[in-house]
């Protein structure tokens, strides 16, 4: 999916990073009075973090702010395929000024995504400028201006 939308060659990972390396139960019993004291469960799956990496780099150093969203975009957009396989059912999209951080081939992508994948998607944005006309004809596009909503276009009509 990154590959998809950015279109560059760069391999994009992860890696699990679990908070117990050793023995988990031991662990958990050598916390105990701690995590008493503290009143929360100190280690487990839920203190458990996941580094995403591009080009071998670990992406939260390395990857610029849109480099980092288009890994979020990638990796929403790989679990809705992976939802819609074992569920037979596709999430709603929903993608609040996601365009303010792409240019307009990545914007464009990401609707074609949508579109030929079948999902439903909600999207505010500022500007509609750079999006193609072909994906604009196909969208039910509303104005907010000054507390009303008026729409602009709807699917199928020209």
């Not at 391999?11 to 929360?40: C, I, W």
């Not at 464009?108 to 500022?126: C, F, K, M």
């Amino acid at each position: 999916m990154y590959a998809f939308l950015t279109t560059k060659n760069e391999k994009m990972t992860m890696e699990y990073q679990p908070s117990v390396v050793h023995d988990f139960g031991q662990e958990l019993v050598a916390r105990y009075s701690s995590d008493q004291m503290s009143g929360t469960t100190n280690l487990g799956p839920h203190r458990d973090d996941v580094e995403w990496f591009l080009a071998g780099q670990a992406a939260r150093n390395y990857a610029s702010q849109g480099e980092q969203r288009m890994i979020i975009l990638s990796i929403s957009m790989a679990l809705c395929d992976y939802i819609a396989d074992i569920k037979d059912d596709r999430p709603i999209f929903l993608l609040d000024d996601v365009f303010s951080e792409l240019d307009a081939v990545r914007q464009n992508r990401l609707i074609q995504y949508l579109i030929d994948s079948g999902n439903q998607a909600i999207i505010t944005a500022t500007s509609l400028s750079e999006i193609d006309d072909v994906f604009i004809k196909q969208a039910n596009v509303f104005q907010v201006f000054k507390g009303s909503i008026r729409e602009e276009h709807q699917h199928g009509q020209h």
